[in-house]
């Protein structure tokens, strides 16, 4: 029995070591990617391969989010689960609307644009007050809301007591995300997301990966 509890907190900090270490690598390059753009790197802005770009590592990040989230659940102690299962179910339903966002983008709005078409996407055109970016940005709003609740899993000292103050930072944007389609220049301060987000999958990282050399040492 102890040996199945051993392997199963090994498989814990391994899927949350990896799948924090892919969200941090994953909203870098998407962060660098949305720098490129807007500096002009990658040519006229919005070009195709600046939406390639950015929308593919956003789309990976969703699939790596939740398993984050999951491994987040599974780490919890009972008594915090609660906290944990609310985070995932936001977890869930950012990465259902983030992601088709980004497949229609990437197999409908890039394609019909570079065939000369973008007058037949219509309401599917993807840029800064469109329905498709109204959706993003609340997909967002319920990741932030999945770190909030996820914050309150972490109550040790030391480096958990960080990750939940990351955490929680980073979840406090949640209603200052989607109301950029209310009040543009909120868009300054959900731009924090780009140092939040990162901090927190990297604390997550180092106390995933923490506990799996715990697991080691243990035999597990």
Partial sequence: ????????????????????????????????????????????????????????????????????????????????????????????????????????VITVVVPQTAAGQAQQIGVLAFEFGSFLYAIDVLGYGFMCLSTLFASAVFTGHGLESWTRKALFVNGILAPVIPLQMVYAPLWKLAALWGLTFPTSTILLAVLFRRLLRSQTLAGG
């Fill in 1 to 104: 029995m102890q040996t199945q509890i051993q392997s199963s907190n090994r498989t814990v900090a391994e899927a949350g070591f990896w799948s924090a270490c892919f969200c941090t690598v994953l909203g870098m390059v998407y962060l660098l990617a949305e720098a490129a753009n807007l500096a002009g790197w990658l040519g006229v802005k919005d070009s195709d391969i600046s939406f390639y770009l950015r929308m593919t590592p956003s789309l990976l990040l969703a699939i790596a989010f939740v398993i984050l989230m999951v491994s987040i659940h599974s780490y919890a102690p009972e008594r915090n689960r609660i906290w944990s299962h609310i985070g995932l179910a936001f977890a869930i339903i950012y990465a259902v609307m983030v992601t088709i966002v980004y497949f229609v």
